[in-house]
């Protein structure tokens, strides 16, 4: 009995492109007083906001809906609680992530407010992105680990 699950590749490249986009951001506010939009890494989408079905692609929770199934799949062989905890804590994350997509192009204003201290601190290298939820998972990874 060991631990079956582990870090989503999209999770992790989804908020690297966000963490990378923020400190250009940041600059670019600075220079300009403008703000910018951010575009989620397009794979397996075109980018049409107009393809509802296609704006998930970035966001996909597959990956985690397989690691889920495979922790408990077999009884003889069940992976540890922290697996649930890391696959549950992914989908919730990608999950909101793909909300707050969707709500910004619903609503410009509301990527408006509070626009410069959200981008400093989500581009931070200590930020809540790096050092918040990127190290968040990777703990609970490594106490999951641990338990098997």
């Known amino acids: 009995m060991g631990s079956k699950a582990d870090i989503s590749g999209s999770l992790v490249k989804l908020l690297q492109s ?3 986009w923020n400190k ?3 600059d670019h506010i600075r220079n300009t007083k403008a703000n910018g939009f951010y575009n989620p890494p397009v794979t397996g989408w075109d980018g049409d906001l107009f393809d509802i ?4 692609e ?14 408990l799949a077999n009884p003889e062989d069940l992976g540890v609680t922290g697996d649930l905890e890391l696959i549950l804590i992914q989908g919730d994350m990608l999950g909101a992530a793909e ?10 204003v509301r990527n408006r407010l509070h626009a410069a201290g959200r981008h400093r601190g989500h581009g931070h290298d200590n930020g809540v992105i790096e050092f918040g939820l ?4 990777h703990q609970l990874n490594n106490l999951a680990k641990a338990q098997g």
């Open 99 to 108: 909300r707050a997509y969707r709500n910004r192009h619903a609503s410009p």
């Open 53 to 56: 079905e296609g704006m998930a």
């Open 134 to 137: 990127l190290a968040f998972v």
């Open 24 to 26: 250009r951001q940041e």
């Open 58 to 71: 970035p966001f996909k929770r597959d990956e985690l809906y397989e690691m889920f199934k495979d922790t």
């Open 18 to 20: 966000f963490k990378e």
